[in-house]
């Protein structure tokens, strides 16, 4: 009788601590989400993988009543364009501007044209070459993967390694017109480029790296997340809601013209440049207002 009471008290224990271990286990995968992580804060936004940008339908030629073709600096160092260029290093799921552009570009997921302050080309014979236009010329560190079959080369770069702390300006195009089918004033942005400002030896000098089609990075921006203030970490949109609702601050230099002259070659002091700059921006928004004047 009393090694009876002894089995079925040992089975009790070994049942109770094989329930204690099962609940544990249990306790502890139920601290880690699906991936496999313990949330840290407040979820802030939602997925966007799946994101597609917002189709913008271009006009026909015939009902493009008026247009004007300007370009834009935009100096990350002015505080609305922090977004921009902050963070300097990956957090939080975020990463600058220019960290995104120049993955993109390795990945060749989007097309990269050299730039030219007089024109722009966006054909085959004009893309840039990568390695050597950008990797070597800037002395970014990597290393080559070349795929044994298709003998395609890929260049792996840390992020700590992107000189994404160098790139402080942005040089935009975009084109301001009026549809007379539907009756709008709009504006699209054609394409953005990078400016690396970095002293070589003889000075601090700007590189303008390439010219990026915009539309070929709206499905990619869509999908990322940009941080747009301090004062609500709640307050976030996509890169592509930033530039298509002009959360940016920019100045003009250069807008379309016969001689296609920059607004510092016939502008000798910084007033006058400003004051050109107003009456291109001035010039643009009276357009819209002579429009529905009648």
Do not use: H
């Not at 995968?29 to 189709?55: H, Q, R, S, V, W």
């Amino acid at each position: 009788m009393k090694a009876y009471s002894r089995l079925i008290i040992v089975a009790a224990a070994l049942a109770l601590g094989l329930g204690t271990a099962s609940a544990q286990s249990s306790t502890t995968n139920d601290f880690f989400n699906e991936n496999g992580e313990i949330p840290t804060n407040l979820p802030t936004a939602y997925d966007m993988k799946d994101l597609t940008p917002i189709e913008f339908v271009n006009p026909r030629a015939d009902d493009i009543y008026w247009q004007k073709v300007v370009y834009r600096v935009i100096d990350l160092r002015e505080r609305m364009n922090y977004p921009l260029y902050y963070p300097e290093t990956a957090v939080d799921g975020r990463e600058s501007f220019f960290s995104i552009l120049f993955k993109l570009i390795n990945e060749k997921k989007v097309p990269a044209f050299r730039f030219d302050y007089t024109t722009e080309r966006f054909g085959k014979d004009d893309l840039i070459d990568f390695e050597e236009e950008v990797l070597k010329k800037f002395e970014v560190i990597y290393k080559v993967k070349t795929n044994p079959t298709t003998k395609v080369k890929t260049f792996q770069i840390e992020d700590s390694d992107i000189p994404n702390r160098e790139v402080i300006k942005y040089y935009m195009k975009e084109v301001w017109f009026f549809d007379k089918n539907s009756s709008t004033f709009n504006v699209k942005i054609i394409s953005i480029c990078p400016v690396l400002v970095t002293d070589r030896g003889v000075g601090t000098q700007s590189f303008p790296l390439c010219w990026i089609p915009f539309d070929n990075l709206r499905p990619y921006l869509v999908q990322r997340e940009v941080m747009i203030t301090d004062k609500n970490n709640g307050a976030r949109m996509s890169y592509d809601d930033l530039f298509i609702k002009r959360r940016f601050a920019s100045n003009i230099y250069k807008e379309s013209n016969l001689q296609n002259r920059m607004i510092l070659d016939y502008n000798a002091t910084p007033e006058d440049v400003k004051r050109e700059q107003e009456r291109i921006q001035r010039e643009i928004l009276n357009e819209e207002q002579d429009l529905w004047e009648y």
